[in-house]
Each structure stands twice: as structure tokens, then as C-alpha cells.
């Protein structure tokens, strides 16, 4: 399942939950359900998706350590 198609299920199934309660209520589920919409059409048209496909252990490999954060990323002056 390509991610546009998961946004559109994510988008129905909030479209459906909006429909169980009170339109004031149900209002910014709706409106989320087209924003997901929106984003679904736009990684539709431009052929972009969010998530890449996972590395292997050799091209972890070859990426460099990762930094890390606080004090122990600090370099000594």
C-alpha cells in the first residue's frame, strides 16, 4: 500500500468517525480528512512519498555515526 493510498483509508475512516457525532463536534475531523486528502493528491501528482524504503546493513554501514546530543557531543576546544 503506497502512502497516498493509506491517507485516503485514514481520511475515510475519519470521515465516518465525524459522521457519529455532532456537526460543531465532527467539524475538524472533517476538515482533517481533507487536508489528508490534499496531501494524498500531492504526493499523487508529484510521485513523492514520505517514507523511503529501508536500508540494508551495508548501507548503514557506510553512513557516518550519527552525533550525539548534549554534552558528550561537545568537542573538546
Do not use: C, H, W
Not at 456537526?23 to 501528482?45: F, N, Q, S
Not at 548501507?59 to 550519527?66: S, T, V
Request: no cysteine; hydrophobic share 45%.
Amino acid at each position: 500500500m503506497t502512502n497516498a493510498a493509506s491517507l485516503r483509508e485514514k481520511a475515510a475512516d475519519l470521515r465516518i468517525l465525524a459522521r457519529d457525532y455532532a456537526p460543531d463536534v465532527g467539524l475538524p475531523l472533517a476538515m482533517k480528512a481533507t487536508a489528508l486528502e490534499r496531501l494524498a493528491a500531492d504526493l499523487e501528482r508529484n510521485g513523492l512519498e514520505r517514507r523511503q524504503p529501508p536500508l540494508t546493513l551495508k548501507e548503514r554501514a557506510a553512513l557516518p555515526p550519527g552525533r550525539v546530543f548534549g554534552r558528550r557531543g561537545l568537542t573538546p576546544a
